[in-house]
């Protein structure tokens, strides 16, 4: 069984820097194929978007809106996922998710099997 638990949120001044981690369990190696991670966001009122999704470090993919300023990253002995948010912004503040699944990497939520119970990130002016 995948389990995700996500850490890391908190309240920042804007300009400032979040880590979020997503510690991982059950996501089992498969010999063909790629098994594929990601962060998403829901602000209230505003439908979930993707944030950023990785399969590999070659293979990264970023929204619009966070490129240059979020980095994607996993250690894989540690089987975490993380999230590093830097310049953060007040219209970055939302629930941060993690999610998985095998296979390819879009950021569509409604392609994602397993999902975290999402850490909140409030950016205030």
């Known amino acids: 069984q995948v389990q995700l638990v996500e850490s890391g949120g908190g309240s920042v001044q804007a300009g400032g820097s979040l880590r979020l981690s997503c510690a991982v369990s059950g996501f089992t190696y498969v010999t063909y194929g790629s098994r594929c991670m990601a962060w998403f966001r829901q602000a209230p009122g505003k439908e979930r978007e993707g944030v950023a999704s990785m399969t590999s470090i070659v293979d990264r993919v970023y929204a619009d809106s966070v490129k240059g300023r979020f980095t994607i990253s996993k250690d894989n002995a540690k089987n975490t996922l993380y999230l590093q948010m830097n310049s953060l912004k007040p219209e970055d503040t939302a629930m941060y998710y993690c999610?998985?699944?095998?296979?390819?990497?879009?950021?569509?939520?409604?392609?994602?099997?397993?999902w975290g119970q999402g850490t909140q990130v409030t950016v205030s002016s």
């Open positions: 999610a998985a699944r095998y296979g390819l990497c879009p950021l569509r939520g409604s392609e994602y099997n397993y």
